[in-house]
């Protein structure tokens, strides 16, 4: 899940008598579990509410790729780099899929990376932590890649058919990564003292931003009501927190590592993993900028383009030249 | 068979060296579908790899592995055109080297699919399909490029300016050559150029680009006699977990 905090965009949920009567249909439509297509009406505030919600995670494939780019010109075997450049393809192609669901609502790529590259856009605040040893491979796949899915699968219910079927398509690619990913750790929690040390503080710094993708308590999620409604969004922060936490103990456990917090422990009443809340002035911190990879981050990203702009211009212009060419054969 | 496995070795560090390069890429490329195309190119190289380092392991008979022949040799033990080391430059240096490198590697894998070693044959057979779709690739983005705007034309001249000195080495012969064209294993390199040329010389005409006069080239890649200063600082990066943690499996 590469989408945070989005600010739905109208505060509160309509209530029936406030609809008009094609919102009244709208919502009849979402409430039978319909598919909401790209030429359908739609309120405004949906179509809104949306092009955030898939621009974000749009951005977040692609900036995602550089924490992990980090490490394929260092990945120690070459069945390891193959693998680690196969997923940062993965995700790539991921970003290229959700601008392309961005573009059935009506948004360009271009104005979606432009609002990106001005700031008015966000991407997940996971990717503004750094990947300092080779276990950080493993544990995005592992963790990030597992967080994503767990909220991933529930957004294969989600309302807008587009966004809905590039889900079911992104969940089965990301489980492979996740899969890749544990075992990439495994085989170091496994192997030498230097290696279970590397995976043991890769699990501890990410284990706290890990949980952070979910967003913010339910408490304080202002702008779930509505996305709820209109099922853009179809389970709460703090559910899919716990399922992503209920699936992932057992699995430290059985790496043999030690648990990345304290807190952690089974509770038979609820039949759920306790755990302890994560520093959320740390993922305000993040989320307003401040984070540890914010600045560069973007700053790459923004390099690119710049960068990439006589080459964009280039093919453009050739493009054209072969169309008036082929224009004037006719 | 030594001459076999410097043959393997050159096959393999070519693709090795070249797929660690475009890999530099990730993240940073002009648009989302060159980040995919690169990384699938980088994908496809070091695929290569494992197959010819993996043979070439297997031929040499003294238990080392692909990873470990990659990981393992200092640089005077790669045998890699110098093409492949250079710098990444701007895109369109990337570009050209790849087209110039694809070129090449989609001729001799071609000849190298009637190679009298099956297992050569074989990998040639696999690895040409790809090399057939990365010159289609390589050679539009070339044309696209080079007879684009002013400045696309002027970066591409410059890109071709400074890697055609680096050509010439992917033809050079030597008694390695010479046993593997007498075991009817490889072609002689020489005899792949005037193909090389045509295919070359078709693309850059279409890119509206003008090849260098002089036909002056570096060598000592392929020999390991002597790479350049850039090759270190590669294999630093490519080899540094492996050196760091000796023994340890990933």
């Given at each position: 899940m590469y989408a945070q905090m989005i600010k739905t965009a109208r505060s509160g949920v309509k209530s029936r008598d406030e609809m008009t009567d094609q919102e009244r249909e709208f919502q009849d439509r979402i409430d039978r579990g319909e598919k909401i297509e790209p030429k359908d009406w739609m309120p405004d505030d949906y179509r809104a509410t949306l092009i955030r919600q898939i621009g974000q995670h749009a951005h977040s494939e692609v900036v995602g790729q550089l924490p992990e780019g980090n490490w394929i010109t260092r990945a120690p075997t070459l069945e390891r780099k193959a693998i680690l450049l196969a997923k940062v393809q993965d995700e790539a192609g991921h970003g290229l899929y959700l601008y392309s669901a961005a573009e059935t609502l009506g948004e360009s790529r271009d104005e979606l990376v432009r609002l990106l590259h001005e700031g008015r856009m966000k991407y997940s605040s996971i990717f503004n932590y750094p990947t300092l040893n080779w276990a950080d491979i493993g544990a995005v796949g592992w963790l990030v890649d597992g967080a994503a899915i767990v909220n991933q699968v529930a957004l294969?219910?989600?309302?807008y058919g587009p966004y809905s079927r590039a889900m079911v398509r992104i969940c089965k690619e990301e489980s492979f990564h996740a899969r890749q990913g544990y075992h990439a750790i495994m085989q170091m929690a496994f192997g030498t003292p230097e290696q279970k040390k590397q995976a043991q503080d890769a699990v501890n710094r990410l284990w706290f931003p890990a949980i952070m993708m979910f967003g913010p308590n339910d408490s304080e999620s202002t702008h779930s009501e509505q996305s709820m409604a209109w099922k853009i969004k179809v389970k709460s922060n703090d559910e899919l927190r716990q399922q992503f936490v209920d699936q992932t103990v057992p699995q430290i456990e059985y790496l043999g590592l030690d648990l990345p917090d304290p807190g952690i422990k089974w509770n038979e009443e609820r039949g759920h993993y306790d755990f302890s809340d994560p520093d959320w002035t740390e993922f305000f911190d993040v989320i307003k900028g401040n984070g540890p990879c914010n600045v560069d981050r973007m700053q790459d990203r923004v390099n690119a383009w710049e960068d990439g702009a006589w080459v964009r211009d280039g093919l453009l212009a050739h493009a054209r030249k072969k169309a008036a060419r082929q224009h004037a054969a006719e | 068979m030594d001459a076999l496995f410097q043959f393997l070795l050159r096959m393999g560090d070519n693709t090795l060296v070249l797929g660690h390069r475009v890999s530099e890429w990730c993240g940073h490329s002009p648009i989302l579908e060159e980040d995919i195309a690169l990384a699938n190119t980088a994908l496809d190289m070091i695929g290569q790899t494992q197959l010819w380092l993996g043979l070439a392991g297997e031929v040499e008979g003294k238990g080392r592995s692909a990873d470990d022949l990659a990981f393992l040799r200092d640089a005077w033990d790669f045998r890699n055109v110098l093409l492949v080391e250079l710098p990444n430059g701007d895109f369109g240096q990337t570009m050209m080297r790849q087209f110039l490198f694809d070129a090449w590697n989609v001729t001799m894998l071609g000849r190298l699919m009637q190679s009298s070693d099956k297992r050569v044959a074989d990998i040639a057979e696999k690895a040409s399909k790809e090399a057939a779709y990365h010159v289609e690739r390589s050679g539009d983005t070339v044309v696209g490029l080079g007879d684009g705007t002013e400045e696309s034309h002027a970066r591409m001249q410059a890109a071709l300016d400074y890697l055609?000195?680096?050509?010439?080495e992917m033809f050079e012969s030597d008694d390695v050559d010479a046993a593997m064209v007498e075991a009817g294993i490889s072609p002689d390199p020489a005899s792949l150029r005037g193909e090389f040329d045509e295919l070359v010389g078709r693309v850059l005409a279409e890119a509206t680009l003008t090849i260098p006069a002089s036909p002056y080239a570096h060598k000592g890649g392929r020999t390991g006699y002597m790479h350049t200063e850039h090759l270190g600082h590669l294999l630093a990066t490519m080899q540094w977990l492996q050196r760091a943690y000796p023994g340890a499996k990933w």
């Amino acid at each position: 899940m590469y989408a945070q905090m989005i600010k739905t965009a109208r505060s509160g949920v309509k209530s029936r008598d406030e609809m008009t009567d094609q919102e009244r249909e709208f919502q009849d439509r979402i409430d039978r579990g319909e598919k909401i297509e790209p030429k359908d009406w739609m309120p405004d505030d949906y179509r809104a509410t949306l092009i955030r919600q898939i621009g974000q995670h749009a951005h977040s494939e692609v900036v995602g790729q550089l924490p992990e780019g980090n490490w394929i010109t260092r990945a120690p075997t070459l069945e390891r780099k193959a693998i680690l450049l196969a997923k940062v393809q993965d995700e790539a192609g991921h970003g290229l899929y959700l601008y392309s669901a961005a573009e059935t609502l009506g948004e360009s790529r271009d104005e979606l990376v432009r609002l990106l590259h001005e700031g008015r856009m966000k991407y997940s605040s996971i990717f503004n932590y750094p990947t300092l040893n080779w276990a950080d491979i493993g544990a995005v796949g592992w963790l990030v890649d597992g967080a994503a899915i767990v909220n991933q699968v529930a957004l294969q219910r989600t309302s807008y058919g587009p966004y809905s079927r590039a889900m079911v398509r992104i969940c089965k690619e990301e489980s492979f990564h996740a899969r890749q990913g544990y075992h990439a750790i495994m085989q170091m929690a496994f192997g030498t003292p230097e290696q279970k040390k590397q995976a043991q503080d890769a699990v501890n710094r990410l284990w706290f931003p890990a949980i952070m993708m979910f967003g913010p308590n339910d408490s304080e999620s202002t702008h779930s009501e509505q996305s709820m409604a209109w099922k853009i969004k179809v389970k709460s922060n703090d559910e899919l927190r716990q399922q992503f936490v209920d699936q992932t103990v057992p699995q430290i456990e059985y790496l043999g590592l030690d648990l990345p917090d304290p807190g952690i422990k089974w509770n038979e009443e609820r039949g759920h993993y306790d755990f302890s809340d994560p520093d959320w002035t740390e993922f305000f911190d993040v989320i307003k900028g401040n984070g540890p990879c914010n600045v560069d981050r973007m700053q790459d990203r923004v390099n690119a383009w710049e960068d990439g702009a006589w080459v964009r211009d280039g093919l453009l212009a050739h493009a054209r030249k072969k169309a008036a060419r082929q224009h004037a054969a006719e | 068979m030594d001459a076999l496995f410097q043959f393997l070795l050159r096959m393999g560090d070519n693709t090795l060296v070249l797929g660690h390069r475009v890999s530099e890429w990730c993240g940073h490329s002009p648009i989302l579908e060159e980040d995919i195309a690169l990384a699938n190119t980088a994908l496809d190289m070091i695929g290569q790899t494992q197959l010819w380092l993996g043979l070439a392991g297997e031929v040499e008979g003294k238990g080392r592995s692909a990873d470990d022949l990659a990981f393992l040799r200092d640089a005077w033990d790669f045998r890699n055109v110098l093409l492949v080391e250079l710098p990444n430059g701007d895109f369109g240096q990337t570009m050209m080297r790849q087209f110039l490198f694809d070129a090449w590697n989609v001729t001799m894998l071609g000849r190298l699919m009637q190679s009298s070693d099956k297992r050569v044959a074989d990998i040639a057979e696999k690895a040409s399909k790809e090399a057939a779709y990365h010159v289609e690739r390589s050679g539009d983005t070339v044309v696209g490029l080079g007879d684009g705007t002013e400045e696309s034309h002027a970066r591409m001249q410059a890109a071709l300016d400074y890697l055609w000195p680096y050509v010439g080495e992917m033809f050079e012969s030597d008694d390695v050559d010479a046993a593997m064209v007498e075991a009817g294993i490889s072609p002689d390199p020489a005899s792949l150029r005037g193909e090389f040329d045509e295919l070359v010389g078709r693309v850059l005409a279409e890119a509206t680009l003008t090849i260098p006069a002089s036909p002056y080239a570096h060598k000592g890649g392929r020999t390991g006699y002597m790479h350049t200063e850039h090759l270190g600082h590669l294999l630093a990066t490519m080899q540094w977990l492996q050196r760091a943690y000796p023994g340890a499996k990933w």
